[in-house]
């Protein structure tokens, strides 16, 4: 049978990436040996280094792409061993369903500062959005035991957006913390295309372009047109005398 181009794809996307499979394990650990968390920065606490500088934003989400990288190279490989037919749709669910669940874990953590500064409140939130990701993964095994989904190119992409989806629970973890601190939330782009509003759900675009909202005002990383591929962030501030004073 001869498979479609975007497995052939997978495929060599798979053995291109198996270098940066330690990233799946490396979790917050090697983040944590290079940086502190310091709780009196930033209005809710900031990641510092060894010369007690402020860690700028973009290097926490640069490690947590790292670790994204590696779970969904780990996790392909893993889907293509289930195309293959090496292994049962029970045992690629149960592995697969793990990592998510880690994945998610990981994303909270490095927004909060490490394991030891998630509040009760936090895991909540990251258990909330981990069980509604969760419950899609669970309607695309029951698919693909009775034959509804094709192992094809589009659940290989499917693989890659569950892993992508801790991208969210980052910025949902760090707006959790904001709520009480600043008034305000912008929407920061992302290095990537910029979607534009379809069928009635706000884009990227179009979302930086209202400026500073009220603090819960924007929908979540992922709930535009661009879903899972979405690489924006979160900007807050405080309103103080008719002016926005940034927090981070």
């Keep these: 049978m001869i498979e479609s181009l975007y497995v052939t794809q ?12 330690t990233y799946a394990t490396l979790g917050t650990s090697e983040f944590d040996s290079r940086y502190r968390w310091n709780p009196d920065l930033g209005g809710t606490g900031r990641y510092i280094d060894k010369n007690g500088q402020i860690v700028k934003g ?44 880690s994945m998610h874990g990981v994303a ?6 490490g394991w030891a500064q998630m509040s009760e409140e936090n895991w909540t939130l990251t258990r909330q959005i981990t069980q509604e ?6 309607n695309l095994a029951q698919g693909l035991d009775t034959g509804s989904i094709k192992k094809d190119g589009n659940f290989l992409r499917r693989v890659q957006q ?3 989806a801790s991208r969210s629970t980052q910025e949902e973890i760090k707006r959790q913390v904001m709520l009480g601190t600043a008034t305000h939330e912008k929407r920061k782009l992302g290095p990537a295309d910029h979607c534009r509003t379809r069928d009635g759900v706000e884009g990227c675009w179009e979302l930086f372009k209202l400026g500073w909202v009220p603090v819960g005002t924007l929908p979540r990383i992922g709930d535009t047109p ?22 981070q």
Excluded at 133 to 138: A, E, T, V
Aim: proline residues 0%; hydrophobic residues 40%.
């Design 162 to 164: 569950y892993v992508a």
């Design 226 to 247: 661009c879903r899972q591929n979405c690489h924006c962030t979160f900007m807050w501030a405080s309103l103080i005398d008719g002016s926005f004073k940034i927090i």
């Design 108 to 113: 909270a953590s490095l927004a909060r500062g």
């Design 10 to 21: 997978a495929r060599k996307t798979y053995w291109n990436r198996v270098e940066f499979l």
């Design 58 to 101: 973009k290097v926490i989400t640069t490690q947590l792409e790292k670790v994204i990288t590696g779970v969904q190279t780990e996790m392909l490989g893993l889907a293509l061993d289930l195309v293959d037919g090496k292994i049962s749709v029970q045992s690629w669910y149960d592995t697969f369903r793990g990592s998510v669940k």
């Design 133 to 138: 990701q969760l419950g899609y993964l669970n």
